[in-house]
């Protein structure tokens, strides 16, 4: 854990200070070895998010193994001939500080690593997750009992693991609490089973890619579920309803479209590279996860400065060039900054029902200079629609648009849409392909941060692929992954 944590502080250093390119000579052999070790640990792995993960399991249970059966120090208490029951005694209660540590919703690692609870939790399920919090109660005091003595310091044991249980159960239900005063959620029903949800009180800090544990009594009294955020001002969600929570919630919204319920929010959490600091940024999404890759985007957006030569990719997979998507409904209003040039570059790949999958490749070139900075409102309905319906409620951005890339000759076009004058083509997306083409574009010096949300396979597409693409001559390569599922 140290190790992880001095490295995190060390690549923030280093970049921060501007050192790293005054030691990039005596650097590069350590940097050389980083890339050769990521390009391998960034990889997926079976049953596992990536090899990084895979090794980490396997020390763990190595460690344990060892502590089991190699003899320490010739201690009376943990010989292994002698007393068995009482070493392995010890590593359960190592074992549970452990993982209640790296369970916590409030985790010191989310600072010190970038490390959030859910990228330490790879399991976490409803019946596995009720039963084990009742019998690690249940666990816990048993346990004190067993050994009430403090001067044989298992108690104090027992007590720093259900010490840190507590104190994060705690401050979990004073946010809940606080939250849920005159505050209410708005929801209304989108196309193809998805909900928007609005509601009234954000949560202190809260920005566009992180997610909140919601609570809607109305529909589970018992019940809190993660989504993303995606849009912080007023605090948005938009959620795809598959079972349980989900499908009830579409339900209602559908026989009550706009009604407003008691509702509290917890949270928010997740952590992930700051995308500012990097020269370019490479989103990727699939179906709803364009909840989180939107929430980032508009983000990024937010807080950019005047002069930012930052380029973004953004690439989004849906199934029906009808589908609503997740950017439905959003009201967005964003700084527009156009004394210095920008480039963005967007590609949708959807599957029309009587054709087959395919990108669309948009690029806006140069903002125009002699405009001033202003703020831009849009309302964003729904993008898959023609361009007379799209037509913006403010002035629009000074941005020009054109069009950029075609179909490869094995594909044809097989219908076209407009929206403001960008063409929309069909064909088979290629997610390899436009990580290599993003990555292969920018320059040695610069950074890349790659992003992604949506479901198993595509993000172990772009895993993959992202691994593949760190070089020891290429630009500096990161990857954020949001797979769906807990």
């Not at 940097?31 to 763990?60: D, E, N, Q």
């Not at 009742?134 to 298992?154: A, D, R």
Request: aromatic share 8%.
């Amino acid at each position: 854990m140290a190790i992880f944590i001095g490295f995190h502080f060390t690549r923030i250093l280093a970049y921060k200070s501007g050192l790293a390119p005054r030691f990039s000579i005596f650097a590069s052999p350590f940097l050389f070895a980083s890339r050769v070790l990521r390009r391998r640990l960034l990889a997926k792995a079976p049953f596992l998010p990536s090899v990084g993960h895979a090794g980490l399991a396997l020390i763990y249970v190595g460690l344990n193994i060892v502590l089991t059966f190699k003899p320490l120090m010739n201690h009376p208490a943990l010989a292994l001939l002698s007393n068995i029951a009482s070493r392995t005694g010890w590593l359960a209660l190592a074992n549970i500080c452990l993982a209640v540590f790296l369970g916590l919703k409030n985790t010191p690692l989310g600072y010190l690593t970038t490390w959030s609870y859910e990228r330490l939790n790879v399991i976490h399920q409803i019946l596995f997750y009720l039963v084990h919090v009742s019998f690690f109660v249940v666990t816990m005091v048993f346990i004190g009992l067993h050994q009430p003595e403090t001067h044989k310091h298992i108690l104090i044991a027992t007590g720093v693991g259900a010490g840190m249980w507590a104190l994060d159960r705690l401050l979990r239900i004073l946010r809940v609490s606080l939250y849920s005063f005159n505050n209410q959620a708005t929801i209304h029903p989108l196309p193809h089973g998805g909900t928007r949800i609005v509601l009234r009180k954000p949560p202190i800090g809260a920005s566009s890619g992180e997610h909140c544990f919601l609570w809607v009594p109305r529909i589970r009294s018992v019940e809190m579920h993660p989504f993303t955020i995606a849009a912080a001002d007023p605090l948005e969600f938009v959620v795809a309803s598959y079972d349980g929570f989900t499908r009830d919630l579409h339900k209602y919204a559908i026989q009550n479209p706009g009604a407003s319920l008691r509702a509290s929010v917890e949270g928010s959490y997740g952590t992930f590279p700051d995308p500012t600091s990097y020269d370019k940024v490479v989103l990727i999404a699939g179906g709803s996860g364009a909840s989180f890759t939107v929430g980032m985007a508009l983000n990024m957006i937010k807080h950019a400065n005047a002069g930012s030569q930052q380029s973004v990719v953004f690439i989004w997979m849906v199934k029906d060039n009808d589908h609503q998507g997740t950017g439905q409904g959003l009201s967005v209003t964003m700084p527009l900054h156009p004394p210095q040039p920008c480039s963005a570059t967007a590609q949708r790949h959807f599957r029309p029902r009587t054709a087959p999958l395919t990108p669309l490749s948009m690029t806006r070139k140069r903002l125009a200079e002699d405009r001033p900075g202003r703020v831009l409102t849009r309302h964003i309905s729904d993008p898959e629609k023609s361009e007379h319906d799209l037509e913006p409620e403010s002035p629009t951005s000074p941005c020009d648009t054109s069009a950029a890339g075609a179909p490869r000759p094995h594909q044809q076009s097989t219908s076209e849409l407009h929206i403001h004058g960008i063409p929309i083509t069909y064909a088979r997306p290629d997610i390899s392909a436009l990580i290599h083409h993003a990555i292969a574009q920018t320059p040695s010096s610069q950074r890349v941060l790659v992003m992604g949300c949506g479901p198993e396979g595509l993000m172990t597409e772009v895993r993959n692929t992202t691994a593949k693409s760190v070089r020891r001559k290429g630009p500096a390569v990161e990857l954020h992954c949001e797979q769906f599922g807990w």
